[in-house]
T-cell receptor, first 117, second 112 residues
Framework: ETGVTQSPTHLIKTRGQQVTLRCSSQ?????VSWYQQALGQGPQFIFQ???????GRGNFPPRFSGLQFPNYSSELNVNALELDDSALYLC????????????????FGAGTRLSVL | AQSVTQLDSQVPVFEEAPVELRCNYS??????LFWYVQYPNQGLQLLLK??????LVKGINGFEAEFNKSQTSFHLRKPSVHISDTAEYFC??????????FGKGTKLSVKP
C-alpha cells in the first residue's frame, strides 16, 4: 500500500465525452504526476503538479488538463475523448520542489482504467 | 532526450532458476534509475533504485540490479525466482523535473 488512492477504478465513456479522474496523494507529499499506460506499453508522462501549479508536461495535447488542490490531491481531465485515450491512467505522488527533484521516489496508485467506445 | 530500452518483452523461466531482465538507457546527464514491478490489475511498486554510490543495488523481494555506466545498462537480477514473481517489470530513468521515462516493460513468467 502506497497511500495513493485513485478513483474511479474503472470507467467507460463514449467518443467525444469528457472525463475526470481523481487522485489523493500520500500524506506529506506535495507533488502529483500523471501517466498514461496504453495496453502493452510502459507508462507515459502526461504532466506534473507541484503546489497547485503545473510543473512539467509531456507530449500530450491541451485537451488533457489537470488541477491540484490545496490538500495536494489532483484531478486529470480529458476533453473530447478519442478511442486512443483508452488506457490505464496512473497517478504518482512524491515530495518534490520547483523544477522537480529527480531523485525523489514516486509512489503509484492502482490506476483508473478508462475505456472509450 | 533520455530513453529506456528493455531488450526482452517476455521472459519465461522455471521456478528456482535465476533470471536477468535487461535494461539500457540513454542519457547525457547524471542518471537516476529505477525498477518497478506491476502485478495484474495493480499499479507500480518500486523494486529498487540507483541514485549514486555503489553500483550494485539491492531491492525488495530478493532482487538486485547493477548500474554500468560504460555500457549504459541497469539490468535486474534474481538468483532464484518464485511463482509469485510473475509480473511485468519496468525500468525507468528520472528526468530533471522528476518525471519518469519508462521502458516498454518485460513480462516475467515463472513456471512450476
Amino acid at each position: 500500500e502506497t497511500g495513493v488512492t485513485q478513483s474511479p477504478t474503472h470507467l467507460i465513456k463514449t467518443r467525444g465525452q469528457q472525463v475526470t479522474l481523481r487522485c489523493s496523494s500520500q500524506s506529506g507529499h506535495n507533488t502529483v504526476s500523471w501517466y498514461q499506460q496504453a495496453l502493452g506499453q510502459g507508462p507515459q508522462f502526461i504532466f506534473q503538479y507541484y503546489r497547485e501549479e503545473e510543473n512539467g508536461r509531456g507530449n500530450f495535447p491541451p485537451r488533457f488538463s489537470g488541477l491540484q488542490f490545496p490538500n495536494y490531491s489532483s484531478e486529470l481531465n480529458v476533453n473530447a475523448l478519442e478511442l486512443d485515450d483508452s488506457a490505464l491512467y496512473l497517478c504518482a505522488s512524491s515530495l518534490g520542489g520547483q523544477g522537480g527533484v529527480a531523485k525523489n521516489i514516486q509512489y503509484f496508485g492502482a490506476g483508473t482504467r478508462l475505456s472509450v467506445l | 532526450a533520455q530513453s529506456v530500452t528493455q531488450l526482452d518483452s517476455q521472459v519465461p523461466v522455471f521456478e528456482e532458476a535465476p533470471v536477468e531482465l535487461r535494461c539500457n538507457y540513454s542519457s547525457s546527464v547524471s542518471v537516476y534509475l529505477f525498477w518497478y514491478v506491476q502485478y495484474p490489475n495493480q499499479g507500480l511498486q518500486l523494486l529498487l533504485k540507483y541514485l549514486s554510490g555503489s553500483t550494485l543495488v539491492k531491492g525488495i523481494n530478493g532482487f538486485e540490479a547493477e548500474f554500468n555506466k560504460s555500457q549504459t545498462s541497469f539490468h535486474l537480477r534474481k538468483p532464484s525466482v518464485h511463482i509469485s514473481d510473475t509480473a511485468e517489470y519496468f525500468c525507468a530513468v528520472a528526468q530533471g523535473q522528476g518525471n519518469l521515462i519508462f521502458g516498454k516493460g518485460t513480462k516475467l513468467s515463472v513456471k512450476p
